[in-house]
């Protein structure tokens, strides 16, 4: 039987934790299919504790690619790794992360493998009768449903966004294969050198895959308040974002901007303070599991789209939650 | 250097409201616009123009009103223009959508650089740009921020990544996705418009790109739309109002209460990996 197969990142070493979250897609459509799950790993030097935690979150068999040649991605060497995987195993479904380097890797991989390919699923299903993969997608903004099948070519391919997924609780007792796959010098292309890393500026750490986003605009009014974002976002554990409003003043640098020309989030919480909820910015936000608005103007559109809101002058509603949030922990 | 930038015509957005009762997009007009993204890729073009010389060329793929983004993109410097368009076009998906676009390029002749916007904003697959670099077997660069430096065989960019920006060089020929951050988009020229005015842009239809027809249109497409639903996108918000200190201890109270009950106060702040 055809295997169900996630596609694994890491990150200097380490499995991300979107990873752990396919895994838990990957699983649901195994067990309904009855067939087992795999997961591809390509890297260099990844830990056998991080290769066991892929078979504790769910994965029946894990495929590693380790090489010093494959210990950053380029596009062409690590399509190349999948398109001989894909021959040799025929899976029917591939799920990959949503991420820069899964929305690269699988077009490229879906071109050479004549396999049809879904963007940003937010559900995944099979089909009753057909065993077919149903794929369901925001578009237009998040303004619409689409869903998606792929009736006769194979594998079915799918990216979904990163905190869409709950990761199953890990299990320890879960057995499975970790499968070393022969390095073929074939693969590498030369094409693309990666020459280093630089750091996002500023303190704040990406909004792609966080769990909370506190994002201001330009309700803030001037740089320095931007603290107050900054702050807040410390004191849940979140990271910073911001309109693009914001952004073009240079209170926050592009990599946080969150809309239609910057990035769109799924996180667990996201939290708005002055922002007015422009479509674009709202693009960005509609697959966010929960949305708390504070704006002085009862009418802001960020109200139709929030789950919480709050009415209220900026300068004294977030001042007064940090106060709040301290005082709960030095309880 | 010849470049060719991929723009596409998206309905336009920036002045569409939400109905609140339904749900649904109001498009105060239909008409459609470049694909903002896509004006990114055209800058980063011309700059390269501006800074090295070169020609630019622009393909776009759509109906019959698609000639519009041509026209604009000359306007703001591009060289020349290709527009495919043929009924038999209809319905591709990113995979069909990306092998015309290929066969176009072929056409035209493989540049030294193809451009493209990150994604689309109607579509929103970020599939296109990968895939025709597939099709061609060239490199693909994407997400790039900012374009270092340009030699005849190869340039360094910057990739906006998750974890920051990632330095590349990358062999020429090549394709490239850019990021809003590569630069501020120019506005076109008066001189730019009475180009685009005069110039007559060639049309290519399947037949002319040599396009395999089983490769191309809803026919040509491994994927199929089943289901278009409209997601309400109303939350049933709560909604406190802070006048004075009375009723913000009242929303404080609320909204710590909403917090909690939905696990977002872990004590002190649980920051993820
Ligand atoms: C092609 C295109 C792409 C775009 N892409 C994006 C994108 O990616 N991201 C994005 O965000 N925008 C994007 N925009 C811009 C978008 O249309 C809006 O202009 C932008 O989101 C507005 O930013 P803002 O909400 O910060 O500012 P404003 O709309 O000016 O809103 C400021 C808000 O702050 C509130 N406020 C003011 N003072 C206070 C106070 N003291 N306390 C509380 N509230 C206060 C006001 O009531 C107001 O609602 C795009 C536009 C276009 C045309």
Redesign the interface.
């Given at each position: 039987m055809h295997e169900v197969w996630t596609i694994s990142e890491t990150y200097e070493g380490r499995i991300k934790e979107v990873s752990l979250e396919l895994l838990a897609r990957g699983r649901a459509l195994a067990d309904t299919l009855g067939v087992a799950l795999g997961t591809v790993v390509i890297g260099y030097k990844i830990p056998k504790t991080e290769l066991n935690s892929l078979i504790e979150h769910g994965a029946d068999s894990v495929y590693v690619a380790d090489d010093p040649k494959l210990s950053s991605f380029t596009c062409n060497t690590y399509s190349n790794v999948l398109v001989q995987l894909f021959a040799a195993h025929k899976p029917q479904i591939v799920v990959s992360a949503a991420t820069t380097t899964g929305r690269t890797l699988m077009p490229y991989v879906a071109v050479k493998t004549h396999a049809g390919l879904t963007a940003d699923c937010t559900g995944l299903a099979i089909e009753e009768n057909t065993q077919n993969l149903l794929q369901t997608r925001p578009a237009i903004g998040g303004n619409i449903l689409a869903t998606i099948k792929t009736p006769d070519h194979r594998p079915q391919m799918a990216t979904v966004r990163p905190r869409s997924t709950k990761i199953l609780a890990p299990d320890s007792s879960r057995t499975g294969s970790i499968e070393y796959i022969p390095i073929s010098e074939d693969w590498f292309s030369s094409e693309v050198e990666v020459l280093g890393m630089r750091a996002l500026e500023g303190q704040q750490g990406a909004i792609d895959e966080a769990d909370i986003v506190v994002s201001g605009g330009k309700g803030l009014k001037k740089k320095d308040n931007f603290k107050l974002i900054e702050k807040l976002a410390v004191a849940l554990g979140g990271e910073v974002g911001a309109s693009r409003d914001a952004v073009d003043r240079g209170w926050e640098a592009y990599p946080h901007q969150v809309g239609l020309s910057g990035k769109t989030i799924s996180p667990r919480l996201y939290m708005a303070a002055g922002i007015s909820g422009a479509i674009q910015h709202l693009a960005g936000i509609k697959t966010a599991k929960c949305i708390v608005a504070i704006n002085s103007d009862e009418h802001a559109n960020i109200f139709d789209l929030a789950d919480f809101g709050i009415v209220g002058d900026l300068f004294t509603v977030i001042p007064e939650i940090l106060k709040r949030l301290e005082s709960r922990s030095e309880a | 250097m010849h470049i060719i930038v991929l723009v596409k015509q998206v309905?336009e957005?920036?002045d569409?409201?939400?109905d609140?009762e339904t749900g649904?997009?109001i498009r105060s007009s239909s008409s459609s616009i470049i694909n903002?993204?896509d004006l990114y890729a055209l800058e980063a073009a011309l700059t390269i123009k501006d800074v090295k010389g070169a020609r630019v060329s622009v393909i776009t793929m759509g109906p019959a009103g698609a000639i519009k983004v041509l026209k604009e993109a000359i306007a703001m410097g591009c060289d020349d223009a290709v527009h495919l368009t043929d009924r038999a076009f209809a319905g591709s998906?990113?995979?069909a959508t990306?092998?015309i676009l290929a066969q176009a390029i072929k056409k035209l002749g493989l540049p030294d650089l193809i451009l493209c916007g990150e994604r689309a904003?109607?579509?929103?697959?970020?599939?296109?740009?990968?895939?025709i670099?597939?099709?061609l077997s060239?490199?693909?660069?994407?997400?790039t921020?900012k374009i270092e430096q340009i030699e005849i065989n190869s340039i360094?960019a910057?990739?906006?990544?998750?974890?920051?920006?990632?330095?590349?060089?990358?062999?020429l020929p090549?394709l490239m996705t850019v990021?809003?951050?590569i630069g501020i988009v120019r506005l076109p020229t008066l001189k730019g418009k009475k180009k685009a005015m005069a110039s007559s842009i060639p049309q290519w239809n399947a037949h002319d790109i040599e396009a395999d027809p089983s490769f191309i249109g809803l026919k040509g497409?491994?994927?199929?739309?089943?289901?278009?639903?409209?997601?309400k996108?109303?939350?049933?918000?709560?909604?406190?109002?802070?006048?004075d200190e009375a009723s913000?201890s009242v929303?404080?109270d609320s909204?710590?209460a909403?917090?909690n009950d939905?696990d977002?106060?872990?004590?002190?702040?649980?920051?993820?990996?």
């Open positions: - | 309905p957005t920036s569409v409201q939400m609140k649904t997009m903002p993204l998906d990113t995979w990306s092998y904003t109607d579509g929103d697959t970020a599939q296109v740009g990968p895939a670099a597939s099709w060239l490199p693909a660069v994407t997400y921020s360094i910057e990739r906006l990544i998750e974890e920051g920006y990632q330095k590349v060089k990358v062999a090549a990021v809003k951050e497409s491994p994927t199929r739309v089943v289901k278009i639903e409209t997601p996108v109303s939350r049933n918000c709560t909604l406190v109002h802070v006048e913000m929303a404080m909204l710590f909403f917090l939905r977002f106060l872990q004590k002190g702040g649980k920051k993820h990996a």
